[in-house]
T-cell receptor, first 114, second 115 residues
Framework: GESVGLHLPTLSVQEGDNSIINCAYSNSASDYFIWYKQESGKGPQFIIDIRSNMDKRQGQRVTVLLNKTVKHLSLQIAATQPGDSAVYFCAEGTGLQGAQKLVFGQGTRLTINP | GAVVSQHPSRVICKSGTSVKIECRSL??????MFWYRQFPKQSLMLMAT?????????EQGVEKDKFLINHASLTLSTLTVTSAHPEDSSFYIC???????????FGSGTRLTVV
């Protein structure tokens, strides 16, 4: 079946460095992608999203890159801070924004070293 | 921004009993809500799609008679775990379709422990 997966289950970075979290997806019909941050015991928190008609989108300290050719999505976090420690999930949706269900990837735990 | 409130945040119940979890959209109307289950150190797995005024759509492998979903109003969806067993212990999360900038807003989750 269709799935969304991640290359790295864990990632440790030094405080202040940039982090890159990767995600592979297999549903070529997906046209909407979202990155979520989840802290322990809490629900997912929206970080940034991107539509399939774009290949890059920037937010505050975060950038999402989409490569449709190889079905790859990445999240870049600039100047990583201790508060960025969490599990990060990519999710993909099909159809109009908000109209379709999301499929989540496995998740990557990001740990920030002081 | 859009807020989804989920209650309770934690619940412990005895095996064989039923537990109801509520998901409310506080400042918007949600015709569609989703229910997810998350086991420790795993991803969110979609259980069902809840549509206001109609029957929920369950994902393959999810027992509709065990996980009862009711979406009776535009601001409330409930998930009832019936005849709970220890293997139903999990983190249950709802989300609502908001559209706009965030598309989907998630509740804070409910930790269910069945003893």
């Amino acid at each position: 079946g269709e799935s969304v997966g991640l290359h790295l289950p864990t990632l440790s970075v030094q405080e202040g460095d940039n982090s890159i979290i990767n995600c592979a997806y297999s549903n070529s019909a997906s046209d909407y992608f979202i990155w979520y941050k989840q802290e322990s015991g809490k629900g997912p928190q929206f970080i940034i999203d991107i539509r399939s008609n774009m290949d890059k989108r920037q937010g505050q300290r975060v950038t999402v890159l989409l490569n449709k050719t190889v079905k790859h999505l990445s999240l870049q976090i600039a100047a990583t801070q201790p508060g960025d420690s969490a599990v990060y999930f990519c999710a993909e949706g099909t159809g109009l924004q908000g109209a379709q269900k999301l499929v989540f990837g496995q998740g990557t735990r990001l740990t920030i070293n002081p | 921004g859009a807020v989804v409130s989920q209650h309770p945040s934690r619940v412990i119940c005895k095996s064989g009993t039923s537990v109801k979890i509520e998901c409310r959209s506080l400042d918007f109307q949600a015709t569609t809500m989703f229910w997810y289950r998350q086991f420790p150190k795993q991803s969110l797995m979609l259980m069902a799609t809840s549509n206001e005024g109609s029957k929920a759509t369950y994902e393959q492998g999810v027992e509709k008679d065990k996980f009862l979903i009711n979406h009776a109003s535009l601001t409330l969806s409930t998930l009832t775990v019936t005849s709970a067993h220890p293997e139903d212990s999990s983190f249950y999360i709802c989300s609502a379709v908001t559209g706009g900038q965030y598309g989907y807003t998630f509740g804070s989750g409910t930790r269910l422990t069945v003893v």
